[in-house]
């Protein structure tokens, strides 16, 4: 991390170079569009159409268009909701709204599986049915068994081969039919640095050839391609007064954004991971993140949460849109049943905190907003913007903002964890043959066990 910036000009001095690993994760190949999150609202308000607070603090903050010198009133009436920008990426967004997003995006593209593979009932048949579910469907929910009845299971659920069972007992998807999909979330500082470099394209036999400064190869913002020569590679502000070049001949082709999937993709197929907006990560911000890190997977900003429990017979506790309602966690590990007991009695307690977003920080939070703007909401975000110059196209620059604001020049991507094996496809290496036919009594004896 931070090697790819080869000059500081701002003197801030907070992404020193330094080796890290990342665990291999799926990143979106866009940012987030205004049909996404148009796509969104609607959802909200056809599932809750009596709660207007709701669909409000859902709703983007278009009025970040508005500048006192400018005329950008058309954009504040129809940036998000005009087809001309129905492809353009959603500004206005907070990191908490960008958070509420990925969220309701696991839940229903998981419940989109289960109602394909015919474990829920149809989106037809759950139209026509007069038994429909009071809640809509929640994965964490669904997985603790308490998203079931009339009008929810659907023919096609698993079949239930425990001992007892009766014939024919079916029985909902659970985590080990590998049948739903890990959540949505936004990606660490460190994954979207990795991804935005694109640095495997330079890469051969684990070596790294050469390095970028950009996420495309070359010292320059422009094409150096014979039919392409010339072109700028990304959506950015070439100089003072300068958003989109000349008349009959503009040189990024973006006075404000652009659509998300303008200009060539990275090595890894991503686009737009400099320039068109900044985006929104998960760390906390800190000048100083470069010290204090782990070298696998690093993150600052944990808040570590547990789902709190209705009863003692494990009934998740839920909130008004049946989601289920998060506590505190109560400690670092595994507590033993007698601490279990005591806790739910709260007769006894440990001593854990569980936020721990600015570790081992000496932070006054007093001095916020009188001798520092940093505090434990301090979001970063990186890569650029249709109104930044090309500096902040490297991937290695870092700003950070609140995570309750939002501006016209940042957006977001999403997210997802790889489970399993950090490599999918082995064939295009050499590698080990690897036999999977030995059974557990033949590896005893090859081990001596008798």
């Known amino acids: 991390m931070g090697g790819s910036l080869n000059e500081d000009i701002t003197y801030a001095h907070d992404n020193l170079k330094r080796r890290v690993t990342v665990a291999s994760f799926y990143m979106d190949e866009t940012e987030v569009s205004n049909a996404d999150w148009l796509e969104y609202l609607h959802w909200l308000n056809q599932n809750f159409p009596e709660d207007k607070e709701l669909y409000y603090n859902a709703l983007p903050d278009t009025l970040v268009w508005r500048q006192p010198l400018s005329y950008n009133e058309p954009y504040v009436d129809l940036y998000l909701r005009h087809p001309a920008y129905q492809d353009y990426p959603v500004v206005g967004v907070t990191w908490e709204q960008a958070n509420d997003y990925c969220i309701w995006r696991t839940d229903r593209v998981n419940e989109h599986i289960l109602r394909q593979k015919g474990a829920l009932v149809g989106y037809r048949e759950l139209a026509e049915s007069q038994a429909r579910p009071n809640e809509p469907f929640n994965t964490d929910i669904y997985l603790n068994g308490q998203y079931r009845g009339e009008g929810i299971d659907g023919e096609k659920m698993p079949k239930d081969n425990r001992p007892g069972a009766e014939d024919g007992a ?159 966690a109560k400690a670092p590990r595994k507590q033993t049943w007698e601490e279990l007991q005591a806790s739910a009695a709260d007769s006894a307690s440990v001593a854990f905190n569980n936020d721990v977003r600015g570790y081992a920080d000496e932070a006054n939070s007093e001095l916020y907003g009188v001798t520092t703007l940093v505090n434990d909401k301090s979001r970063v ?70």
């Open 170 to 328: 079916r029985r909902p998807v659970r985590m080990e039919d590998g049948v739903l999909k890990q959540p949505y979330r936004l990606p660490t500082e460190a994954e979207w640095e990795y991804a935005a470099l694109g640095l495997v394209g330079n890469t051969e036999y684990g070596n790294i050839e050469s390095g970028k400064v950009y996420p495309w190869n070359g010292l320059g913002v422009r094409s150096p391609k014979r039919r392409t020569q010339g072109l700028m590679m990304a959506n950015f502000k070439a100089t003072g007064g300068d958003n989109m070049g000349v008349a009959g001949y503009l040189n990024d082709g973006g006075d404000i954004t652009v659509s998300v999937t303008s200009y060539l993709p990275n090595d890894y197929g991503l686009y737009n991971m400099a320039g068109n907006v900044n985006e929104w990560v998960r760390d906390v911000y800190r000048q100083l993140s470069y010290e204090d890190f782990e070298d696998f997977n690093p993150f600052r900003g944990n808040v570590y949460m547990d789902k709190a429990y209705e009863d003692a017979d494990g009934t998740l506790a839920k909130d008004k849109y049946g989601r289920p309602i998060r506590v505190p």
């Open 381 to 450: 975000y990186k890569g650029g913007s249709w109104n930044d110059r090309a500096y902040w196209l490297n991937p290695a620059t870092r700003r950070f903002m609140q995570q309750d604001e939002s501006n016209a020049m940042t957006g977001f991507r999403c997210a997802m964890t790889l489970v399993g094996s950090p490599e999918i496809n082995t064939k295009v290496k050499p590698s080990f043959p690897a036999n999977r036919k030995h059974s557990q009594q033949s590896d005893k004896k090859v081990l001596g066990i008798f």
